[in-house]
């Protein structure tokens, strides 16, 4: 049978029913035991698949017995909305049923957007999950620019999406950045306050204001190279260009970053930003999860100018 006929996999979380548990509403152990919100359940509850006991479609108010195994369906009910499937080279760093990590390579876009229908990692996730027939959707847990390259934490199903979403700005997800800045901060170490909001007249530059969204990036130089610092940056809250804002901020705008510093095509032809770590808790297993990704080429040749 050829590839392209062969069933999707779909992805399903399923509860065994002890005797504890008997008696209770599906409902109740959906939300209580499994976690789903009432958002993702509705999404699926209408589906031959959607909630089964012992394969047989059962509603909401249907009470278990033991024995029984409670199932609910995951995977996308409709990919009409996903990006379209397209191929493209990915690196990616971790990937099971609920989840694909991405290494993103700088001047890659995370989602389709007007002049870029088919090139993004949402079309190359989307191909990769059709060309190994899996029911998976392209939902992302957080953004990057365009311009920054490192890790992307990407949900194959609403459920993970939500899960992990709800982790963001807790210390069950942590996200730390590096970059290289102009000149050295100082002091070495320290945690920058400052609310972010839109700067007017412009459609996509961010600027630190008083009437802003409060905004919140620890920092830390770890070496100095001459004219410059290499940063560990870690993000508390989670605003557009929220790094390069802050900064720029303190005076030290990110090398090469054309928005709040100076454009240097002669070093690097993007702002000096990736994301080098991630640590989150699994949304389904509860794991502990650290990935990392090394710092790119060009990230790198900065170390050795003076």
């Known amino acids: 049978m050829p590839q392209s006929e062969l069933p999707l996999k779909i992805r399903y979380l399923t509860l065994p029913i002890s005797e ?94 007007h002049g870029h229908f088919a090139d993004t990692v949402g079309n190359y996730l989307m191909g990769r999950y059709l060309g190994y ?33 709800n982790q963001l700005h807790t210390g069950n997800f942590r996200r730390v950045y590096l970059a290289v800045c102009d000149g050295v ?19 996509t530059a961010q600027t630190v204001r008083p009437d802003g969204k409060p905004a919140r990036t620890r920092y830390r130089v770890l070496r100095e190279l001459g004219k410059r610092a290499l940063v560990e940056l870690e993000l508390d ?3 557009t260009h929220q790094i390069r804002v802050h900064m720029a901020h303190i005076g030290h705008p990110l090398v090469g970053d054309f928005l709040y510093g100076t454009e240097a095509p002669e070093l690097i032809r993007r702002p000096a930003l990736h994301s080098a770590r991630v640590e989150l808790t699994h949304p389904i297993t509860g794991e502990q999860m650290t990935l990392t990704a090394p710092l790119p080429a060009d990230i790198k040749a900065l170390f050795s100018l003076k």
Request: aromatic share 4%; glycine share 12%; net charge positive.
């Open 133 to 165: 027939r899996e029911a998976s959707g392209f939902h992302p847990v957080h953004r990057l620019d365009k311009g920054t390259s490192g890790l992307l934490v990407t949900a194959k199903h609403p459920h993970g999406q939500e899960k992990l979403k």
């Open 237 to 239: 809250t989670g605003r």
């Open 20 to 113: 504890k548990l008997a008696g209770t509403e599906v409902n109740t152990l959906l939300r209580r035991r499994l976690g789903l919100s009432g958002t993702v359940l509705r999404r699926i509850k209408w589906l031959p698949d959607g909630i089964t006991v012992d394969g047989a479609r059962v509603n909401v108010r249907y009470r278990v017995s033991a024995g029984q195994v409670l199932s609910v369906r995951l995977s996308d009910p409709d990919t009409a909305a996903q990006p379209w499937p397209s191929q493209g080279l990915l690196d990616i760093i971790y990937e099971d049923e609920d989840l694909a990590v991405v290494n993103k390579a700088p001047g890659v876009l995370v989602h389709p957007s």
């Open 185 to 203: 901060p100082q002091p070495g170490e320290g945690i920058l306050d400052v609310p972010i909001g839109p700067l007017d007249g412009s459609l």
